[in-house]
Protein backbone atom coordinates (compact mmCIF):
# COMPACT_ATOMS: atom_id res chain seq x y z
CA UNK A 1 0.00 0.00 0.00
CA UNK A 2 2.83 2.85 1.20
CA UNK A 3 4.42 1.51 -2.26
CA UNK A 4 1.82 2.22 -4.28
CA UNK A 5 0.76 5.40 -2.78
CA UNK A 6 4.65 6.41 -3.43
CA UNK A 7 4.63 5.76 -7.12
CA UNK A 8 1.15 7.95 -7.55
CA UNK A 9 2.50 11.06 -5.37
CA UNK A 10 6.21 10.51 -7.78
CA UNK A 11 3.55 10.12 -10.77
CA UNK A 12 3.71 6.53 -11.59
CA UNK A 13 1.26 3.60 -12.26
CA UNK A 14 0.42 0.27 -10.75
CA UNK A 15 3.60 -1.00 -9.12
CA UNK A 16 5.24 -3.67 -11.25
CA UNK A 17 6.26 -7.29 -9.81
CA UNK A 18 8.54 -7.32 -7.22
CA UNK A 19 12.29 -8.11 -9.11
CA UNK A 20 15.03 -10.29 -7.38
CA UNK A 21 17.56 -7.88 -5.66
CA UNK A 22 20.78 -9.18 -4.92
CA UNK A 23 21.44 -7.98 -0.96
CA UNK A 24 25.28 -6.75 -1.89
CA UNK A 25 24.37 -4.69 -4.77
CA UNK A 26 24.64 -1.43 -2.85
CA UNK A 27 26.79 -0.58 -0.15
CA UNK A 28 30.16 -0.28 1.30
CA UNK A 29 32.58 -2.75 -0.77
CA UNK A 30 36.00 -4.75 0.39
CA UNK A 31 37.73 -2.61 2.45
CA UNK A 32 35.29 0.32 2.52
CA UNK A 33 33.19 -2.32 4.37
CA UNK A 34 35.89 -2.67 7.21
CA UNK A 35 36.67 0.82 7.84
CA UNK A 36 36.01 1.91 11.72
CA UNK A 37 34.97 -2.02 12.67
CA UNK A 38 35.63 -3.64 15.60
CA UNK A 39 37.18 -6.65 16.55
CA UNK A 40 34.95 -8.87 13.97
CA UNK A 41 37.24 -9.93 11.32
CA UNK A 42 36.09 -8.49 8.07
CA UNK A 43 37.31 -9.46 4.75
CA UNK A 44 39.15 -6.74 2.26
CA UNK A 45 39.68 -9.30 -0.10
CA UNK A 46 40.20 -13.00 -0.58
CA UNK A 47 42.16 -14.40 2.12
CA UNK A 48 42.95 -11.15 3.17
CA UNK A 49 41.09 -10.06 6.36
CA UNK A 50 41.40 -7.03 8.19
CA UNK A 51 40.14 -5.86 12.11
CA UNK A 52 40.60 -3.15 14.42
CA UNK A 53 41.39 -3.18 18.31
CA UNK A 54 40.41 -0.52 20.37
CA UNK A 55 41.65 0.48 24.42
CA UNK A 56 39.75 2.94 25.95
CA UNK A 57 41.39 4.54 29.45
CA UNK A 58 44.24 6.72 30.41
CA UNK A 59 46.34 4.77 27.71
CA UNK A 60 44.09 4.19 24.78
CA UNK A 61 45.70 2.20 22.04
CA UNK A 62 43.94 1.77 18.33
CA UNK A 63 45.90 -1.51 16.44
CA UNK A 64 45.01 -2.30 13.19
CA UNK A 65 44.85 -6.18 12.04
CA UNK A 66 45.81 -7.85 8.68
CA UNK A 67 45.84 -11.46 8.64
CA UNK A 68 46.58 -12.80 5.21
CA UNK A 69 46.23 -16.50 4.12
CA UNK A 70 49.55 -17.33 2.25
CA UNK A 71 48.05 -20.81 1.02
CA UNK A 72 46.27 -19.61 -1.14
CA UNK A 73 47.76 -19.72 -4.79
CA UNK A 74 45.92 -16.01 -5.81
CA UNK A 75 47.77 -14.74 -2.97
CA UNK A 76 51.13 -12.81 -3.95
CA UNK A 77 53.09 -10.53 -1.24
CA UNK A 78 55.80 -8.32 -2.52
CA UNK A 79 58.11 -5.67 -2.06
CA UNK A 80 58.26 -1.77 -4.00
CA UNK A 81 60.27 -2.37 -6.97
CA UNK A 82 63.29 -0.52 -7.72
CA UNK A 83 63.10 3.09 -9.30
CA UNK A 84 66.31 4.91 -9.38
CA UNK A 85 65.19 6.91 -12.20
CA UNK A 86 66.52 9.78 -9.04
CA UNK A 87 69.54 8.39 -8.62
CA UNK A 88 68.74 6.19 -5.48
CA UNK A 89 67.15 2.80 -4.85
CA UNK A 90 63.66 4.30 -4.62
CA UNK A 91 61.72 7.23 -5.24
CA UNK A 92 59.34 8.47 -2.20
CA UNK A 93 56.11 7.84 -1.92
CA UNK A 94 53.45 7.60 0.01
CA UNK A 95 51.18 3.86 0.84
CA UNK A 96 48.32 5.18 -0.81
CA UNK A 97 50.09 6.17 -3.95
CA UNK A 98 52.19 2.80 -4.25
CA UNK A 99 48.76 0.93 -3.57
CA UNK A 100 46.86 3.16 -6.41
CA UNK A 101 50.13 2.35 -9.08
CA UNK A 102 50.60 -1.36 -7.95
CA UNK A 103 47.17 -2.53 -7.76
CA UNK A 104 47.95 -4.05 -4.12
CA UNK A 105 44.60 -4.63 -2.19
CA UNK A 106 46.47 -4.26 0.90
CA UNK A 107 50.25 -2.68 2.04
CA UNK A 108 52.02 -1.17 5.28
CA UNK A 109 55.38 0.70 5.08
CA UNK A 110 58.60 -1.77 5.17
CA UNK A 111 62.41 -0.36 5.55
CA UNK A 112 63.66 2.12 7.40
CA UNK A 113 64.90 4.81 4.91
CA UNK A 114 67.55 7.74 4.02
CA UNK A 115 67.82 10.24 3.74
CA UNK A 116 65.54 11.73 6.41
CA UNK A 117 65.00 14.73 7.76
CA UNK A 118 61.62 15.19 10.04
CA UNK A 119 60.14 18.24 8.74
CA UNK A 120 57.51 20.54 10.50
CA UNK A 121 53.84 20.51 10.45
CA UNK A 122 53.70 22.57 7.38
CA UNK A 123 55.68 19.34 5.39
CA UNK A 124 57.37 21.09 2.83
CA UNK A 125 60.23 20.78 5.05
CA UNK A 126 60.19 17.38 5.30
CA UNK A 127 63.04 15.34 3.46
CA UNK A 128 62.55 13.02 1.21
CA UNK A 129 59.45 14.77 -0.40
CA UNK A 130 56.75 12.63 -2.85
CA UNK A 131 59.11 11.70 -5.87
CA UNK A 132 62.72 12.66 -4.33
CA UNK A 133 65.34 9.72 -4.08
CA UNK A 134 65.11 7.60 -1.37
CA UNK A 135 67.46 4.48 -0.09
CA UNK A 136 66.28 1.40 2.13
CA UNK A 137 68.73 0.43 5.39
CA UNK A 138 69.18 -2.78 4.52
CA UNK A 139 68.82 -5.77 1.98
CA UNK A 140 66.07 -5.98 -0.16
CA UNK A 141 64.80 -7.85 -2.71
CA UNK A 142 61.72 -7.58 -5.10
CA UNK A 143 61.11 -10.15 -8.09
CA UNK A 144 64.22 -11.96 -7.36
CA UNK A 145 66.27 -9.11 -8.43
CA UNK A 146 68.60 -6.98 -5.33
CA UNK A 147 67.30 -3.57 -4.71
CA UNK A 148 69.06 -2.44 -1.66
CA UNK A 149 72.20 -4.48 -0.55
CA UNK A 150 72.81 -5.77 2.55
CA UNK A 151 74.62 -2.71 4.99
CA UNK A 152 74.88 -2.25 8.63
CA UNK A 153 74.12 1.14 9.23
CA UNK A 154 71.33 0.98 10.90
CA UNK A 155 71.59 -1.20 14.05
CA UNK A 156 67.65 -1.59 14.51
CA UNK A 157 67.82 -3.98 11.11
CA UNK A 158 68.73 -7.22 12.56
CA UNK A 159 66.49 -9.25 10.68
CA UNK A 160 64.34 -9.93 7.36
CA UNK A 161 61.41 -11.27 6.01
CA UNK A 162 61.21 -13.24 2.84
CA UNK A 163 57.77 -14.19 0.78
CA UNK A 164 57.73 -17.05 -1.71
CA UNK A 165 54.60 -18.34 -3.39
CA UNK A 166 52.28 -19.73 -0.35
CA UNK A 167 54.90 -19.11 2.11
CA UNK A 168 56.91 -16.67 3.89
CA UNK A 169 59.62 -16.74 7.00
CA UNK A 170 61.42 -14.22 9.13
CA UNK A 171 65.35 -15.57 9.63
CA UNK A 172 68.11 -13.55 11.27
CA UNK A 173 70.77 -11.48 8.97
CA UNK A 174 70.06 -9.90 5.25
CA UNK A 175 70.21 -12.73 3.39
CA UNK A 176 66.60 -14.87 2.67
CA UNK A 177 66.86 -18.68 1.75
CA UNK A 178 66.61 -19.94 -2.05
CA UNK A 179 63.43 -19.77 -3.71
CA UNK A 180 62.21 -16.49 -1.37
CA UNK A 181 62.36 -13.82 -4.60
CA UNK A 182 60.73 -10.45 -2.22
CA UNK A 183 62.02 -9.71 1.10
CA UNK A 184 62.63 -6.91 3.20
CA UNK A 185 65.39 -6.45 6.14
CA UNK A 186 64.08 -4.15 8.93
CA UNK A 187 63.74 -4.85 13.05
CA UNK A 188 64.27 -5.24 15.89
CA UNK A 189 63.14 -8.88 16.03
CA UNK A 190 60.45 -9.52 18.68
CA UNK A 191 59.73 -13.45 18.61
CA UNK A 192 62.24 -15.99 17.86
CA UNK A 193 60.33 -19.90 17.56
CA UNK A 194 57.68 -18.31 20.16
CA UNK A 195 60.39 -17.14 22.44
CA UNK A 196 61.43 -12.84 23.39
CA UNK A 197 64.41 -11.81 21.72
CA UNK A 198 66.01 -9.22 23.80
CA UNK A 199 66.79 -6.23 22.02
CA UNK A 200 70.49 -5.39 21.67
CA UNK A 201 72.29 -2.72 23.49
CA UNK A 202 72.76 0.72 21.67
CA UNK A 203 76.26 2.33 21.49
CA UNK A 204 76.76 6.13 21.90
CA UNK A 205 75.55 6.54 18.38
CA UNK A 206 72.64 5.71 18.57
CA UNK A 207 70.34 3.42 15.44
CA UNK A 208 73.57 4.30 13.45
CA UNK A 209 76.46 1.54 13.90
CA UNK A 210 75.58 1.77 17.60
CA UNK A 211 74.67 -2.28 18.37
CA UNK A 212 76.73 -4.02 20.81
CA UNK A 213 76.27 -7.97 21.51
CA UNK A 214 74.70 -8.84 24.50
CA UNK A 215 76.81 -10.47 26.66
CA UNK A 216 75.02 -13.40 27.92
CA UNK A 217 74.73 -12.66 31.61
CA UNK A 218 72.96 -9.18 29.99
CA UNK A 219 70.55 -11.45 27.83
CA UNK A 220 69.28 -13.28 30.54
CA UNK A 221 68.74 -9.72 32.46
CA UNK A 222 66.47 -8.65 29.55
CA UNK A 223 64.93 -11.88 29.08
CA UNK A 224 63.85 -12.20 32.69
CA UNK A 225 62.78 -8.85 33.42
CA UNK A 226 59.74 -7.19 31.63
CA UNK A 227 60.21 -6.34 28.00
CA UNK A 228 59.24 -2.78 28.70
CA UNK A 229 56.52 -0.15 27.49
CA UNK A 230 58.08 1.17 24.68
CA UNK A 231 54.98 2.47 22.34
CA UNK A 232 54.04 4.87 19.76
CA UNK A 233 53.05 4.20 16.31
CA UNK A 234 54.39 0.83 15.29
CA UNK A 235 54.32 -1.57 12.17
CA UNK A 236 54.89 -4.94 12.93
CA UNK A 237 54.92 -8.52 10.71
CA UNK A 238 54.60 -11.84 12.05
CA UNK A 239 54.44 -15.11 10.78
CA UNK A 240 53.11 -18.93 12.16
CA UNK A 241 55.05 -21.69 12.39
CA UNK A 242 55.29 -22.70 9.02
CA UNK A 243 55.05 -19.65 7.57
CA UNK A 244 51.39 -19.89 5.94
CA UNK A 245 50.11 -17.18 7.43
CA UNK A 246 51.13 -13.74 7.54
CA UNK A 247 50.00 -10.82 10.52
CA UNK A 248 50.82 -7.36 9.37
CA UNK A 249 49.94 -5.01 12.50
CA UNK A 250 49.72 -1.23 12.46
CA UNK A 251 49.29 0.53 15.69
CA UNK A 252 48.76 3.96 16.04
CA UNK A 253 50.42 6.49 17.94
CA UNK A 254 51.33 9.94 19.48
CA UNK A 255 47.27 11.29 18.94
CA UNK A 256 46.07 11.59 22.89
CA UNK A 257 42.37 10.79 23.23
CA UNK A 258 42.83 8.73 19.85
CA UNK A 259 46.21 6.23 20.56
CA UNK A 260 49.06 6.70 22.29
CA UNK A 261 51.09 3.81 20.78
CA UNK A 262 51.72 -0.16 20.89
CA UNK A 263 54.42 -1.00 24.13
CA UNK A 264 56.34 -4.35 23.53
CA UNK A 265 54.27 -5.82 25.53
CA UNK A 266 51.29 -4.89 24.05
CA UNK A 267 52.26 -6.35 20.62
CA UNK A 268 54.03 -9.68 22.92
CA UNK A 269 50.52 -9.86 23.97
CA UNK A 270 49.09 -9.84 20.64
CA UNK A 271 51.16 -11.50 18.76
CA UNK A 272 50.84 -14.77 21.07
CA UNK A 273 47.16 -14.63 21.50
CA UNK A 274 47.57 -14.83 17.24
CA UNK A 275 49.42 -17.45 17.26
CA UNK A 276 52.26 -16.35 15.95
CA UNK A 277 55.86 -17.98 16.22
CA UNK A 278 58.48 -15.24 14.63
CA UNK A 279 58.16 -11.39 14.76
CA UNK A 280 59.96 -8.62 13.61
CA UNK A 281 59.11 -4.51 13.19
CA UNK A 282 59.41 -2.27 10.46
CA UNK A 283 59.96 0.89 10.01
CA UNK A 284 57.36 3.07 12.65
CA UNK A 285 56.92 6.04 14.01
CA UNK A 286 55.33 8.71 11.37
CA UNK A 287 55.89 6.00 8.90
CA UNK A 288 53.32 3.73 9.89
CA UNK A 289 50.91 3.32 7.86
CA UNK A 290 48.20 0.48 6.60
CA UNK A 291 45.97 1.29 3.63
CA UNK A 292 43.55 -1.11 1.54
CA UNK A 293 41.86 -0.79 -2.07
CA UNK A 294 38.81 0.41 -1.89
CA UNK A 295 35.83 0.81 -4.77
CA UNK A 296 36.93 4.59 -5.67
CA UNK A 297 40.67 4.09 -5.23
CA UNK A 298 42.84 3.68 -1.10
CA UNK A 299 41.34 3.80 1.60
CA UNK A 300 43.63 4.78 4.30
CA UNK A 301 43.32 2.27 7.50
CA UNK A 302 45.09 3.40 10.14
CA UNK A 303 45.53 6.66 11.26
CA UNK A 304 49.47 7.65 10.04
CA UNK A 305 50.70 10.87 11.96
CA UNK A 306 52.90 12.73 9.80
CA UNK A 307 55.03 15.66 10.80
CA UNK A 308 53.05 15.86 13.93
CA UNK A 309 49.78 15.59 11.61
CA UNK A 310 47.03 13.08 12.59
CA UNK A 311 45.70 11.54 9.05
CA UNK A 312 48.92 13.22 7.53
CA UNK A 313 50.91 10.38 5.32
CA UNK A 314 54.60 9.93 5.00
CA UNK A 315 56.25 9.41 1.73
CA UNK A 316 58.31 6.65 2.06
CA UNK A 317 61.11 4.47 0.76
CA UNK A 318 59.40 1.65 0.05
CA UNK A 319 56.04 -0.95 1.05
CA UNK A 320 54.95 -4.47 1.69
CA UNK A 321 52.17 -4.93 -0.80
CA UNK A 322 49.14 -7.89 -0.88
CA UNK A 323 47.96 -8.95 -4.01
CA UNK A 324 45.57 -11.09 -4.78
CA UNK A 325 44.99 -12.86 -8.30
CA UNK A 326 41.46 -11.26 -8.84
CA UNK A 327 41.27 -8.47 -6.42
CA UNK A 328 37.97 -6.45 -8.57
CA UNK A 329 34.70 -6.60 -6.61
CA UNK A 330 32.90 -9.37 -7.65
CA UNK A 331 30.26 -8.58 -10.67
CA UNK A 332 26.80 -8.44 -9.54
CA UNK A 333 24.62 -7.41 -11.98
CA UNK A 334 25.05 -3.38 -11.52
CA UNK A 335 24.36 -2.81 -15.13
CA UNK A 336 20.73 -4.08 -14.62
CA UNK A 337 20.08 -1.17 -11.91
CA UNK A 338 22.60 1.39 -12.37
CA UNK A 339 23.02 1.49 -16.79
CA UNK A 340 25.86 3.82 -17.51
CA UNK A 341 25.21 6.86 -18.32
CA UNK A 342 25.09 7.51 -22.30
CA UNK A 343 28.38 9.27 -23.38
CA UNK A 344 27.56 13.22 -24.23
CA UNK A 345 29.57 14.74 -27.39
CA UNK A 346 32.16 17.61 -25.19
CA UNK A 347 33.65 20.36 -27.18
CA UNK A 348 37.72 20.74 -27.41
CA UNK A 349 38.87 24.29 -27.45
CA UNK A 350 41.55 26.56 -27.49
CA UNK A 351 42.56 29.97 -26.09
CA UNK A 352 44.59 32.28 -27.08
CA UNK A 353 46.80 34.50 -25.06
CA UNK A 354 46.96 38.46 -25.39
CA UNK A 355 49.61 39.88 -22.75
CA UNK A 356 51.35 38.45 -20.05
CA UNK A 357 52.42 40.90 -16.54
CA UNK A 358 55.40 39.67 -13.92
CA UNK A 359 54.15 38.84 -10.44
CA UNK A 360 56.07 36.92 -8.44
CA UNK A 361 53.12 36.55 -5.89
CA UNK A 362 51.24 34.60 -9.05
CA UNK A 363 51.49 31.18 -7.20
CA UNK A 364 47.84 30.84 -6.28
CA UNK A 365 45.53 32.56 -8.33
CA UNK A 366 44.81 36.11 -9.28
CA UNK A 367 41.73 38.66 -8.99
CA UNK A 368 40.91 41.56 -11.64
CA UNK A 369 39.06 44.76 -11.69
CA UNK A 370 38.70 47.49 -14.38
CA UNK A 371 42.31 48.97 -13.52
CA UNK A 372 44.00 46.58 -11.26
CA UNK A 373 45.23 42.86 -11.13
CA UNK A 374 45.54 41.07 -7.55
CA UNK A 375 48.13 38.24 -7.74
CA UNK A 376 47.90 35.67 -4.80
CA UNK A 377 50.16 33.18 -3.09
CA UNK A 378 49.31 31.67 0.39
CA UNK A 379 50.11 34.58 2.27
CA UNK A 380 50.63 37.54 0.63
CA UNK A 381 48.83 39.89 -2.32
CA UNK A 382 50.21 41.90 -4.87
CA UNK A 383 48.49 44.54 -6.53
CA UNK A 384 49.32 45.49 -10.07
CA UNK A 385 48.46 48.38 -12.53
CA UNK A 386 46.88 46.80 -15.58
CA UNK A 387 48.24 49.89 -17.63
CA UNK A 388 52.18 49.68 -17.00
CA UNK A 389 52.31 46.09 -14.61
CA UNK A 390 54.09 49.00 -11.92
CA UNK A 391 53.40 47.10 -8.30
CA UNK A 392 51.07 49.25 -6.06
CA UNK A 393 50.16 47.71 -3.02
CA UNK A 394 51.47 44.35 -1.13
CA UNK A 395 50.11 42.42 1.74
CA UNK A 396 52.13 40.06 3.87
CA UNK A 397 50.45 38.03 6.59
CA UNK A 398 53.24 38.34 9.51
CA UNK A 399 55.12 34.85 9.29
CA UNK A 400 53.45 32.08 12.22
CA UNK A 401 50.44 34.52 11.50
CA UNK A 402 46.60 33.30 11.44
CA UNK A 403 46.51 33.55 7.46
CA UNK A 404 48.01 30.34 5.98
CA UNK A 405 46.95 29.30 2.55
CA UNK A 406 45.24 32.35 0.61
CA UNK A 407 43.58 30.01 -2.19
CA UNK A 408 41.38 32.21 -4.12
CA UNK A 409 40.13 36.11 -4.38
CA UNK A 410 37.47 37.90 -5.98
CA UNK A 411 36.97 42.00 -6.50
CA UNK A 412 33.36 43.09 -5.11
CA UNK A 413 33.13 46.75 -5.37
CA UNK A 414 35.97 48.52 -3.43
CA UNK A 415 36.96 45.04 -1.46
CA UNK A 416 38.71 41.73 -2.17
CA UNK A 417 36.90 38.79 -0.77
CA UNK A 418 39.50 35.68 -0.48
CA UNK A 419 38.47 32.02 -0.08
CA UNK A 420 41.45 30.69 2.78
CA UNK A 421 41.77 27.42 4.55
CA UNK A 422 44.18 25.99 6.83
CA UNK A 423 45.48 23.11 4.09
CA UNK A 424 47.75 21.10 4.40
CA UNK A 425 47.08 20.77 8.04
CA UNK A 426 44.01 18.55 9.57
CA UNK A 427 41.27 18.98 10.79
CA UNK A 428 40.36 20.97 7.36
CA UNK A 429 39.54 24.51 8.69
CA UNK A 430 38.14 27.57 6.18
CA UNK A 431 37.08 31.22 6.21
CA UNK A 432 36.14 33.94 3.83
CA UNK A 433 39.14 36.82 4.32
CA UNK A 434 38.15 40.83 2.75
CA UNK A 435 40.93 42.87 2.16
CA UNK A 436 40.53 46.68 1.17
CA UNK A 437 40.73 47.21 -2.66
CA UNK A 438 42.74 50.75 -2.30
CA UNK A 439 45.12 49.91 0.13
CA UNK A 440 44.82 45.79 0.42
CA UNK A 441 44.34 46.28 4.42
CA UNK A 442 42.35 43.74 6.20
CA UNK A 443 38.88 44.37 6.69
CA UNK A 444 36.62 41.71 7.70
CA UNK A 445 37.02 37.63 8.66
CA UNK A 446 34.23 35.08 8.13
CA UNK A 447 35.14 31.85 9.50
CA UNK A 448 33.28 28.43 7.68
CA UNK A 449 34.97 26.09 10.56
CA UNK A 450 35.35 22.53 9.83
CA UNK A 451 33.59 22.06 7.05
CA UNK A 452 33.00 17.78 6.11
CA UNK A 453 32.71 18.94 2.60
CA UNK A 454 36.61 19.83 2.46
CA UNK A 455 39.32 22.58 2.29
CA UNK A 456 37.38 26.09 0.51
CA UNK A 457 39.48 26.70 -2.62
CA UNK A 458 37.21 29.22 -3.83
CA UNK A 459 34.40 31.82 -3.27
CA UNK A 460 32.25 32.81 -5.92
CA UNK A 461 29.06 35.50 -5.42
CA UNK A 462 25.75 34.40 -7.03
CA UNK A 463 22.15 35.26 -7.33
CA UNK A 464 21.00 35.00 -3.60
CA UNK A 465 24.17 33.90 -2.32
CA UNK A 466 27.32 32.17 -2.81
CA UNK A 467 29.42 29.13 -4.87
CA UNK A 468 31.79 27.75 -2.96
CA UNK A 469 34.40 25.22 -3.88
CA UNK A 470 35.83 22.88 -1.81
CA UNK A 471 38.46 20.43 -2.39
CA UNK A 472 39.28 17.33 -0.59
CA UNK A 473 43.29 15.14 -1.75
CA UNK A 474 44.09 12.18 -2.61
CA UNK A 475 47.77 12.97 -1.62
CA UNK A 476 49.16 13.31 2.10
CA UNK A 477 48.00 16.56 2.74
CA UNK A 478 44.04 14.63 2.44
CA UNK A 479 42.16 13.42 5.83
CA UNK A 480 41.44 9.64 5.96
CA UNK A 481 38.90 8.09 4.14
CA UNK A 482 38.33 10.82 2.09
CA UNK A 483 39.77 11.29 -1.43
CA UNK A 484 40.02 13.50 -4.04
CA UNK A 485 36.95 12.20 -5.24
CA UNK A 486 35.10 13.81 -2.44
CA UNK A 487 35.50 17.41 -3.56
CA UNK A 488 32.31 19.14 -4.72
CA UNK A 489 30.65 22.28 -5.71
CA UNK A 490 27.62 23.74 -2.81
CA UNK A 491 25.64 27.07 -2.82
CA UNK A 492 25.01 28.90 0.26
CA UNK A 493 22.98 31.81 0.72
CA UNK A 494 24.11 35.26 1.84
CA UNK A 495 23.61 33.94 5.24
CA UNK A 496 26.70 31.58 4.64
CA UNK A 497 23.48 28.20 5.32
CA UNK A 498 23.92 25.38 2.41
CA UNK A 499 21.13 25.64 -0.58
CA UNK A 500 22.19 23.25 -2.38
CA UNK A 501 25.16 21.45 -4.39
CA UNK A 502 26.52 19.11 -7.14
CA UNK A 503 29.94 16.87 -7.60
CA UNK A 504 32.06 17.35 -10.26
CA UNK A 505 31.96 14.55 -13.27
CA UNK A 506 34.30 11.29 -12.69
CA UNK A 507 36.48 11.91 -15.95
CA UNK A 508 37.35 15.64 -14.79
CA UNK A 509 37.99 14.71 -10.91
CA UNK A 510 40.33 12.21 -12.43
CA UNK A 511 42.41 14.83 -13.97
CA UNK A 512 42.57 17.18 -11.23
CA UNK A 513 43.66 13.97 -9.22
CA UNK A 514 45.57 13.74 -6.15
CA UNK A 515 44.02 17.60 -6.11
CA UNK A 516 40.64 19.16 -6.77
CA UNK A 517 39.40 22.16 -8.33
CA UNK A 518 41.56 25.37 -7.20
CA UNK A 519 39.55 27.57 -9.11
CA UNK A 520 36.25 28.48 -10.15
CA UNK A 521 33.89 31.40 -11.90
CA UNK A 522 30.75 31.69 -12.78
CA UNK A 523 31.47 33.08 -16.69
CA UNK A 524 28.87 35.95 -18.46
CA UNK A 525 27.53 33.36 -20.37
CA UNK A 526 26.09 31.37 -16.94
CA UNK A 527 28.66 28.14 -17.22
CA UNK A 528 30.22 27.29 -14.10
CA UNK A 529 34.35 27.63 -15.12
CA UNK A 530 36.59 25.15 -13.42
CA UNK A 531 40.46 25.23 -12.95
CA UNK A 532 42.78 22.20 -11.55
CA UNK A 533 45.71 22.70 -9.94
CA UNK A 534 48.62 21.89 -12.71
CA UNK A 535 46.51 20.99 -16.04
CA UNK A 536 46.35 23.54 -18.34
CA UNK A 537 42.80 22.70 -19.19
CA UNK A 538 39.82 25.06 -18.15
CA UNK A 539 37.04 22.80 -17.88
CA UNK A 540 33.23 24.35 -18.48
CA UNK A 541 30.19 22.86 -16.68
CA UNK A 542 26.05 23.56 -16.58
CA UNK A 543 23.75 23.02 -13.94
CA UNK A 544 22.10 19.56 -14.49
CA UNK A 545 18.41 19.54 -14.80
CA UNK A 546 18.29 16.71 -12.59
CA UNK A 547 20.43 14.33 -10.42
CA UNK A 548 23.20 15.73 -9.01
CA UNK A 549 26.22 15.77 -11.12
CA UNK A 550 27.81 18.66 -13.19
CA UNK A 551 27.51 18.67 -16.88
CA UNK A 552 30.80 18.76 -18.77
CA UNK A 553 30.23 20.99 -21.93
CA UNK A 554 33.56 21.96 -22.95
CA UNK A 555 37.18 21.88 -22.15
CA UNK A 556 39.11 24.38 -22.84
CA UNK A 557 43.04 24.38 -23.53
CA UNK A 558 45.41 27.39 -22.90
CA UNK A 559 48.66 28.08 -21.59
CA UNK A 560 48.02 28.44 -17.71
CA UNK A 561 48.71 25.76 -15.76
CA UNK A 562 45.94 25.77 -13.35
CA UNK A 563 45.19 27.36 -9.91
CA UNK A 564 42.51 30.70 -9.54
CA UNK A 565 41.36 33.16 -12.39
CA UNK A 566 39.06 35.63 -13.03
CA UNK A 567 37.04 37.06 -15.30
CA UNK A 568 37.90 40.40 -16.93
CA UNK A 569 35.17 42.91 -15.89
CA UNK A 570 35.35 44.97 -18.80
CA UNK A 571 35.31 41.91 -21.45
CA UNK A 572 33.13 38.85 -20.66
CA UNK A 573 35.14 36.38 -22.69
CA UNK A 574 38.55 37.40 -21.58
CA UNK A 575 40.23 35.78 -18.21
CA UNK A 576 43.19 36.04 -16.14
CA UNK A 577 45.01 33.27 -15.35
CA UNK A 578 48.35 32.59 -13.64
CA UNK A 579 51.44 30.37 -14.38
CA UNK A 580 52.96 29.13 -11.09
CA UNK A 581 56.71 28.05 -12.12
CA UNK A 582 57.24 31.70 -13.90
CA UNK A 583 55.41 33.53 -11.74
CA UNK A 584 53.19 35.34 -14.37
CA UNK A 585 49.76 36.58 -14.73
CA UNK A 586 48.48 35.87 -17.97
CA UNK A 587 45.32 37.43 -19.95
CA UNK A 588 43.87 34.79 -22.80
CA UNK A 589 40.34 35.52 -24.93
CA UNK A 590 37.99 32.13 -24.34
CA UNK A 591 35.97 30.70 -27.24
CA UNK A 592 32.66 31.20 -27.70
CA UNK A 593 30.77 28.01 -25.70
CA UNK A 594 27.55 26.86 -27.74
CA UNK A 595 24.31 26.45 -26.12
CA UNK A 596 24.70 22.40 -25.00
CA UNK A 597 22.64 21.11 -22.26
CA UNK A 598 21.38 21.79 -18.79
CA UNK A 599 20.68 25.14 -16.94
CA UNK A 600 23.20 28.01 -16.56
CA UNK A 601 24.41 29.72 -13.00
CA UNK A 602 23.03 33.18 -12.32
CA UNK A 603 26.00 35.52 -11.56
CA UNK A 604 25.66 38.38 -8.86
CA UNK A 605 24.84 41.75 -10.79
CA UNK A 606 27.87 43.66 -10.81
CA UNK A 607 25.39 46.63 -9.15
CA UNK A 608 24.97 43.94 -6.29
CA UNK A 609 28.30 42.67 -5.67
CA UNK A 610 28.64 43.80 -2.27
CA UNK A 611 29.23 41.33 0.94
Not at 36 to 64: F, K
Not at 101 to 107: C, D, F, Y
Not at 534 to 552: F, I, S
Amino acid sequence: MKYALLLSLLGGGTPAAAQSVDPFLSGPIGAERCVGGDETPCDIALGVRYWRIVRAGDAPLVMHVAEIDLTRSDVQVKVTPADRSAGMEYRAQTASDYLARSGAVLAVNASYFLPFVGGSKGGDDFVPQPGQAAAASGAVISDGATVSPVEGIDARVDSMICFAPTRAAIVEGQVCPAGFTEGVSAGPRILKAGEFVPRRRLGRDGVFHGATELTPEEAAQLAAAPPGSGGGPRTVAGLNADGTKLWLVVADGRQPGWSLGASTDDILALFRKLGASDVMSLDGGGSATMVARGPAGPIVMSRPIHTGVPGRQRPLGNHIGVFVGDAAPPARGLSTLLPPLQPREISRLKARMEYVYGAPEARQGVAVDAQNIYAVVNTAIGKYSRADGRLLARWASPRGGMLRHLNSCIVMDTELVCAHSNHPEVPMGSSVEVFDTATLAHKASHSLGNRDEGSLTFAEPMAGGWLLGFSHYSDETGVPFKSSDYSSIISVDDQWRRTGGWLIPPSIRKKMAPQAASGGAIGPDGFLYLFGHTLPELYVLAKPRMGVELLHVATIDLDAGGQAFAFDPAEPRRIFAIDRPAGEVRAFRLPEIGLGEGDRFERRPAAKRRR
